[in-house]
Each structure stands twice: as structure tokens, then as C-alpha cells.
């Protein structure tokens, strides 16, 4: 999933749902130590940066490319910390900080078929502000994001969710420049494993909880195309 940075959300799909732009991203990264310290504290066990030397950004995967359409295999937990496990986390790290919309990513994004996805911090930051997915952020502020950490989802499970629900426009990494209005649960329960195999628990919701249910639908072969109630084209800049 990804945030429109260039202001070019289509007022079709921004409804009352927009936001104020640059003035909230300033925001969200001022509330960016705090949110971190926050979640240390909490024990959420923030992921750090790529443990390997060399920077590896792997192509992100479009349609029609059979992964992304295809069931995923669960990671076994003795596999977690193996090396080509944590080699594959590494290179998803550094794949999603390349992409200046980017706040969630998943395996199969890159071509690999496992249940595993990285967001960034950037999403609890935003739920600290107002929680719109709609951020309108200006150009010069993109390379922010190179500062946020990321969380590692492992064989992740939903174990709840809200009945209640909020309708927004997504948009996908590997389906540039369309967005979609798709209506999520509010609230979701997970269930997962963390890069160093040790299980969590705990529940997100706002935009983080959307952020889950997007990429969790990656795991599962499920594209915004397939939930968007609406679906508009927004050429991207450049």
C-alpha cells in the first residue's frame, strides 16, 4: 500500500476524508521519536535496518504476474532466522524505503510466494496524527521516509476484526497509479511472528489497521482491483 505524495488524489475518491497536506506530514515525523520510543518501551521490537552492507531493491512484480494471483506458503518457525530468510526481510526493508510511496510491502510484491510483510512506523505516525490515508504530501518532503523503521509480519493471522468499517482510496505499489475506494474493517486482531521468531499479539486500527488488511490480501492473492467499489486512473508524475 502507498500514500499519494504529489497531492493527485482524484476529489472523486478524497470525499471528507482529505486532509491537510504537508502541514500533518510535518506533524507525523516530529511525533516520529516519541511514536518509536513508544513502541520500544511496549516491547513491539521495532525492525532495525537491513543488517547486510550491500543495498538490495528488488524490482516491485505487476500484473499479470502469477504470484501475485497465487496462494502463499506459511514461513515455518525454525525457517524464521535462517539466512535466507533474513536476507529475503532484508531486501523487502530496503525495497520498501526505495519506494518514496511506500508504507507497507509484501513477498510476493517482489516474486516470492510466503507469508511474510514489512510496514513502516510511518503508519502508526500517521494514526498519531489523524489517521487519514489520504496524506497530500508535497514533493520535497519524499525523502523523509527514508528515516522510518519497519515492522516484520511473519505468518500472519487475523484473529478479529471490527464490524464496523471505513471506506478510503488505496492505492498499490504494484498497480501504479490507480486507486480504488475499498471498505475495511476499522479495527483488526493479528496474530504473527516477528523476524526473530518470537510471537505477537496485539491489535491495529485506523490506518494501520487498513495497512494490515491490504497487505494481508497480498498474502492471499487479493488485489485492490478486486475490492475497489470505484477505481480511477491518476497518472503519475514524471
Known amino acids: 500500500i502507498f500514500l499519494e505524495r504529489s497531492g493527485a488524489w482524484p ?9 491537510g497536506g504537508g502541514r500533518e506530514r510535518r506533524k ?3 511525533n516520529k521519536a516519541a511514536t518509536q520510543h513508544q513502541l520500544c518501551v511496549a516491547g513491539e521490537g521495532i525492525a532495525p535496518r537491513s543488517e547486510y552492507s550491500e543495498i538490495m531493491v528488488k524490482p516491485i512484480v505487476k500484473p499479470p504476474h502469477n504470484v501475485l494471483r497465487s496462494a502463499t506458503q ?5 525457517d524464521i532466522t535462517g539466512e535466507r530468510t533474513r536476507k529475503l526481510i532484508a531486501d523487502m526493508k530496503d525495497t520498501l524505503r526505495a519506494a518514496a510511496d511506500g508504507v507497507g510491502l509484501a513477498a510476493p510484491q517482489i516474486g516470492v510466494g510466503l507469508r511474510i510483510f514489512v510496514v513502516s512506523e510511518e503508519a502508526k505516525a500517521i494514526d498519531g496524527t489523524r489517521g487519514d490515508a489520504h496524506m497530500r504530501i508535497h514533493a520535497n518532503d519524499a525523502n523523509s521516509k527514508k528515516g522510518w523503521e519497519y515492522y516484520v509480519f511473519i505468518t500472519p ?16 505499489l504494484s498497480i501504479p497509479g490507480k486507486f480504488g475506494e475499498i471498505s475495511r474493517a476499522d479495527k483488526v486482531f493479528l ?16 490506518f494501520s489497521a487498513r495497512v494490515i488488511q491490504h497487505e494481508m490480501d497480498h498474502l492471499d492473492g487479493v488485489l485492490i482491483v478486486d475490492r475497489a467499489k470505484k477505481l480511477m486512473h491518476v497518472p503519475r508524475e514524471g
Open 11 to 19: 476529489s472523486a475518491l478524497i470525499g471528507s476524508e482529505r486532509c
Open 28 to 30: 507525523a515525523r516530529r
Open 74 to 78: 506459511s514461513v515455518p518457525v525454525a
Open 157 to 172: 493471522v487475523i484473529k478479529k476484526q471490527s464490524r464496523q468499517k471505513r471506506t478510503m482510496a488505496e492505492g498499490c
Open 191 to 206: 496474530e504473527w511472528y516477528d523476524e526473530h521468531a518470537k510471537k505477537r499479539a496485539r491489535g491495529f486500527s485506523k
